[in-house]
């Protein structure tokens, strides 16, 4: 199926949203490890993202929010999450630096995320 521009924009835009909530609950998720809220919002934001990805054919997306809901779905010790947080958080700045946009406490500066925060 194609997409036309305005649909495909539409698409890009709420993976970059959904990416940004995931990258600010990793952050929040490293100080508070138990928190189930979380966690469940990120997988849900995973799941939305996998779904837009397939539409933009996007392989590599989706991927990375696959293997983030298998990350964080079921852990036995949500301690288990905060070895991934580091690894997840690297790869939705990635994904963000992409989109030429960054989270909220970050700009963008040769196509990087740096924190504003001093």
Do not use: W
Not at 38 to 59: H, P
Not at 68 to 92: G, H, P, R
Not at 103 to 116: A, M, V, W
Request: hydrophobic share 30%; glycine share 2%; proline share 2%.
């Amino acid at each position: 199926m194609n997409l036309d521009k305005k649909h495909s924009k539409a698409f890009k835009e709420e993976c970059h949203v959904l990416s940004s909530t995931i990258v600010n609950n990793l952050q929040n998720l490293a100080k508070t490890p138990s928190d189930e809220r979380l966690i469940s919002k990120m997988i849900q934001s995973a799941d939305t993202i996998m779904g837009s990805s397939q539409f933009l054919k996007n392989r590599d997306l989706e991927q990375m929010s696959r293997l983030t809901m298998t990350a964080f779905k079921n852990l036995k010790n949500n301690e288990e999450a905060i070895d991934n947080i580091d690894l997840f958080s690297k790869v939705y700045f990635e994904i963000m630096q992409s989109f030429k946009k960054c989270p909220y406490g970050y700009n963008l500066e040769n196509d990087s995320c740096t924190s504003n925060r001093n």
